[in-house]
């Protein structure tokens, strides 16, 4: 049997009773004992000094009446009885005091247990340390999925190109609503930067130091949205990993979130986030317990949310609740200023890329800012890209432009009256046509200026005079 031996026992017996209780007494483990029914026999002073439990309390108690009454969490002098060997355990005092505590028997002539010594340390500060490696280990999880979410984002990250009075003006917005916490909706066409706005929002917002973490919500399949964006505990489906998993909610906490595609969410999913909006707090897979969080919101959609809404599409309450601030993108048709810079800032950006030196002519600048960009800046990019690839020499000309380019400024026959008129008239009645037609079209004299590849001052002077002798 396991124990303290009967010889050593006996030894011990040979000292006496002072000497004993004095080595006891002494001893910086606080030390219990009681006899093999567990009767409480002797307690030291460091008994007393680390549990907070007092002598007189004890001393001659049934330690079955003691676990019974609170005094311990579970007694290890019972289970030494119970199974007849050394027990070390954690052991919780009504006193709040937590400790480590080991017992062993000590067996008499006829093999029965007499006495169980029991040794008491304080390891409180080892429960501390435990608690704060669990926690470090959390946190490096939380920084290694930050620093890789960040690092998959500032690779696909363009800077924000703007000199268009319209899309000034949608900046100019954005960074007055950037310095406050309140839920952003960014409105606007596939392909005019609403990810670009997003991360304009929160670099000049006070959260511009945190993570800035981007979901595309129509991207992620619907059976696995919940465990992205709120995680999961361990062991909370089958296949989930065994450490479990933080969400992405959790990642951005302190930052913010940019939810792309915000009306590609299921219904149920739609009742969690507002919940989210609403308590400020998450659960996650197989968790019972709310996590809160600090998160901004900024949520982006191409879709007439007010339509989905009307059709028991999208949850009304949701919509109201992202829709604080509204915040609608120009398509760039829109913005024309910004055609020709955009095209230039991608034309260096793929020229260093593929290893290139190529420019545009002035003729295919004319057309690039005349197309009309149904796809947006994202088709401005992706035809640049194509044209440095694609382009035979190291001017881009007319004949590399795509064919759907091509085809809107094939030559237009210009529909003159049958009758024979002065040249000079017919020019002059031609121009009179453009010059109207393309302020029609721009609505300011500085674009329809330069769709005439004219400057805007000769612009104004024509016009001026056309209009005056249409008046005579």
Not at 57 to 67: A, T
Not at 162 to 167: G, P, T
Not at 182 to 192: H, K
Request: proline share 2%; glycine share 6%.
């Amino acid at each position: 049997m396991g124990g303290v031996s009967l010889e050593s026992a006996k030894n011990a017996a040979k000292l006496s009773r002072e000497d004993l209780e004095a080595v006891i007494e002494s001893s910086y483990d606080g030390i219990y004992i009681t006899d093999g029914k567990a009767n409480t026999l002797i307690i030291n002073k460091a008994y007393e000094e680390l549990t907070g439990l007092k002598r007189e309390d004890m001393l001659g108690k049934s330690m079955r009446d003691l676990e019974r009454q609170g005094y311990v969490s579970k007694s290890a002098t019972l289970m030494v009885i119970e199974k007849g060997q050394s027990i070390t355990i954690e052991q919780e005092f009504n006193t709040g005091k937590k400790l480590l505590v080991s017992s062993s028997p000590i067996y008499d002539k006829e093999g029965e247990i007499s006495l169980v010594v029991t040794n008491v340390r304080d390891v409180t500060s080892l429960f501390h340390l435990k608690e704060q490696l669990k926690k470090n280990k959390e946190l490096t999880k939380k920084y290694y999925s930050q620093i890789e979410e960040m690092r998959l984002q500032l690779m696909n990250s363009n800077e924000i190109i703007a000199e268009d009075e319209n899309m000034l003006r949608t900046l100019k917005l954005a960074k007055r609503v950037s310095k406050v916490k309140t839920t952003v909706l960014l409105r606007g066409e596939t392909g005019v930067g609403k990810e670009e706005i997003a991360k304009f929002i929160h670099k000049n917002s006070e959260r511009c130091q945190n993570q800035f973490v981007e979901i595309n919500c129509g991207a992620i399949p619907h059976t696995l949205i919940e465990a992205e964006l709120f995680g999961y505990e361990k062991g909370a489906f089958t296949g989930a990993n065994k450490e479990g998993k933080l969400g992405l909610f959790e990642i951005a906490d302190g930052g913010t979130i940019f939810l792309d595609e915000v009306g590609d969410l299921p219904l149920d999913m739609q009742v969690k986030l507002l919940r989210v909006l609403q308590e400020e707090e998450i659960y996650r897979i197989g968790g019972v317990k709310s996590i809160k969080i600090d998160v901004r919101i900024i949520a982006a959609t191409n879709r007439n949310l007010e339509q989905m809404v009307n059709n028991n599409e999208f949850r009304e309450d949701l919509y109201y609740r992202l829709n604080v601030v509204p915040l609608t993108i120009p398509p760039l048709r829109e913005r024309k200023g910004d055609i020709i810079p955009l095209a230039n800032y991608f034309l260096a950006k793929f020229n260093e890329k593929h290893s290139m030196i190529k420019s545009f002519s002035s003729q295919v600048l004319k057309y690039l800012f005349e197309y009309n960009w149904h796809g947006n800046v994202r088709e401005l990019k992706n035809i640049v890209e194509r044209l440095v690839i694609m382009g035979s020499g190291h001017i881009i000309e007319f004949e590399d432009l795509p064919k759907e380019i091509k085809e809107l400024y094939k030559e237009k026959i210009i529909d003159i009256k049958e009758d024979i008129m002065p040249l000079k008239d017919a020019v002059e009645t031609l121009e009179f046509k453009l010059i109207s037609n393309s302020y029609k079209k721009y609505g300011n004299v500085r674009d329809a200026a330069k769709a005439l590849n004219i400057d805007a001052s000769t612009f104004v002077r024509k016009r001026k005079r056309y209009l005056e002798k249409t008046m005579l």
